[in-house]
Structures are given as structure tokens and as C-alpha cells.
């Protein structure tokens, strides 16, 4: 996860669950306007459609395994590129004076890393979500550090993450996971890594966690931390602020699109910076009609009965 869970769920509950109501009639609460407006509905058969899409869908694992897929074979190229060109290559982490203008990299010293997000990213908070999606619950805060602390057992990997992180250790490459989740936790967090197949993972070595540097839940300052020790070959995350906080500085969504689609930032995906899908929650469930929607591609069907 990019942002804090008290946000992104929040922005995600408006839309998948939404109030109860809403939700069973089929309306949800549109962000921008916070007015009600019929929509298609946010549950099919009792379960929001991201979460039938992300925990039980076998096109949501087909592209999960074509992401790690595609990870593996470019930190490989960029390991033999680094050998026989010799040359100081760039890291995947944008250096401090960064726009989305001008994204410039960190050169790239030291031993080779790639940084994992965890939520969503490397492992699958199903348990979680089946009590929200069951009770038709929001966020809340103290329920999510009871999940943090839970054994692990209601979770499962994200599929194709146990093969690739093998793959990259066994390449020579660190796995270092960057999450929001607390610092307070840490060694539940460990647990429920090692637990799922995802680990070894150790707190403040190849563990960073919200508490660990300044910033809250912006993750450039444990991005920063992380590359002062390696050599970060790419990020992967399921939400845009995995990759940089630029992202999360208050753009409006149609901003947002396109920022991450712009050809100063187009090439990076696929080549250093790798997205996983995550329709359930975050910061990419958000516009209104006019942000989704522009006017230039809106069609009206002109055989609809006129009321």
C-alpha cells in the first residue's frame, strides 16, 4: 500500500462498500460530489466486485504472475547489463529534488535490491477483507492492529510473489519490503512474511515500516534510507505512492492519470518500477463522472427510450 490504511480504506469503502444501503440497492456515495448516484452495484452475490476481482478471479492471478514474470527478467537484464557494459547504472528510487516533470534517478551503487510494498503488493489480506466485505464494514483503525497482529493464517501470497522473490535471491538480489504498516508490529509483520513463504524479513535490515523514518506515510524518506544501502534495481507496489509521494501530493485523479502516463514517467513502468492490481482499496478509487468520464468520450445511445 502507497498511503495509510485510515485514508486509503476510507476513499475504498465509499466506493466498493459504501454504506450498507447503498450498497445493497445498488447506489454508492461518487467522491467529489459526496451526493448519491445510481450506479452499477458495488456487491455482487454479497461481495464487492474488486474483492471478487483481486481474491478470487483468476485473471487478478494471471496478472500478478505476468508482473513477477516480467520482474525477474528485467532485474536479470539489468544484472547482466551491469556486468558487461560497466557502467554505474540508475536506481529505481527518484532522487530528493524529483519532479514527475523531471523524475531523475539515484545512481546506483552497492549490492542489488528490490523493494516490495506488502499489502496487496507481495501478500493478500484476505481474512481482513472477508470481515469487511461480511459485515459491511469501513475502515477502522484498531481493528487493522488487531489484524497486524494476527498469526497470518487468514492470509496467502499474492501469486507468482514466493517463485520471484526466490528467483531474486537466488539471482544475488536483497528482497527489502517498505510498508505502511507500524513499526509497533514489527514482529508480527515479520512473522506473517516468513509464515506466507515471502521471507526472511527483518526489521530495520529488510523491514521498513511507517515509524522507521520520517514522513508518516510518505515513503520517500525509508526510499532514500533503503537506496543509501543499496543498489535498488526496481519497486513494486500496487499503488502509485509505492514508487513516489509526488504522486500523493494532492493531484486531482484526472492529474493523477495523467502524471503516471506521462512520457516522462511512461517508460519507467515495466523498467524499474512495477504495478500490481489492487481494485479493492487506495488511492486509485477516486474521480467523479467528469474525472472518469471526460466529455470527449462520452457516447449516448441514440436508440434509448427518451423518458
Excluded at 5 to 20: D, E, M
Excluded at 130 to 137: E, H, M, N, V
Excluded at 228 to 245: E, M, T
Aim: proline fraction near 6%; include cysteine.
Amino acid at each position: 500500500m502507497g498511503l495509510p490504511r485510515g485514508l486509503t480504506k476510507g476513499v475504498a469503502r465509499t466506493l466498493a462498500l459504501g454504506v450498507g444501503a447503498f450498497a445493497l440497492s445498488g447506489c454508492v456515495v461518487a467522491v467529489g460530489n459526496q451526493s448519491a448516484a445510481p450506479v452499477a452495484p458495488a456487491t455482487v452475490a454479497g461481495v464487492p466486485a474488486g474483492m471478487q476481482y483481486l481474491y478470487g478471479s483468476g485473471e487478478a492471478a494471471a496478472a500478478s504472475r505476468q508482473a513477477y514474470a516480467g520482474l525477474v527478467r528485467y532485474v536479470n537484464q539489468y544484472l547482466r547489463d551491469r556486468t558487461t557494459l560497466r557502467r554505474m547504472p540508475l536506481s529505481a528510487v527518484l532522487t530528493a529534488n524529483a519532479t514527475l516533470a523531471q523524475p531523475t534517478q539515484l545512481p546506483c551503487t552497492g549490492k542489488p535490491a528490490v523493494v516490495f510494498d506488502v499489502d496487496e503488493t507481495v501478500l493478500l489480506n484476505t481474512g481482513y477483507e472477508y470481515s469487511d466485505a461480511r459485515g459491511g464494514l469501513g475502515y477502522d483503525a484498531a481493528r487493522w492492529e488487531r489484524w497486524e497482529r494476527s498469526d497470518g493464517r487468514a492470509t496467502r501470497a499474492v501469486p507468482g510473489a514466493v517463485e520471484g522473490l526466490a528467483a531474486l535471491r537466488a539471482a544475488g538480489v536483497t528482497v527489502v519490503f517498505n510498508t505502511n504498516r507500524n513499526a509497533a508490529t514489527a514482529e508480527f509483520t515479520e512473522g506473517v512474511l516468513n509464515r506466507a513463504g515471502l521471507g526472511p524479513a527483518r526489521h530495520r535490515e529488510t523491514l521498513f515500516l511507517k515509524g522507521d523514518a520520517p514522513g508518516g506515510s510518505g515513503k520517500d524518506a525509508r526510499r532514500a534510507l533503503i537506496a543509501s544501502r543499496y543498489c535498488v534495481v526496481a519497486l513494486v507496489g500496487d499503488q502509485l505512492g509505492d514508487f513516489s509521494d509526488l504522486f500523493n501530493t494532492g493531484l486531482k485523479p484526472a492529474e493523477r492519470r495523467a502524471a503516471a502516463d506521462s512520457p516522462a514517467v511512461a517508460n519507467l513502468w515495466g523498467n524499474g518500477w512495477f504495478v500490481l492490481p489492487n481494485p479493492v482499496y487506495g488511492t486509485a478509487l477516486a474521480g467523479d463522472f467528469d474525472d472518469v468520464f471526460p466529455n470527449d468520450l462520452r457516447w449516448t445511445d441514440p436508440g434509448a427510450r427518451k423518458e
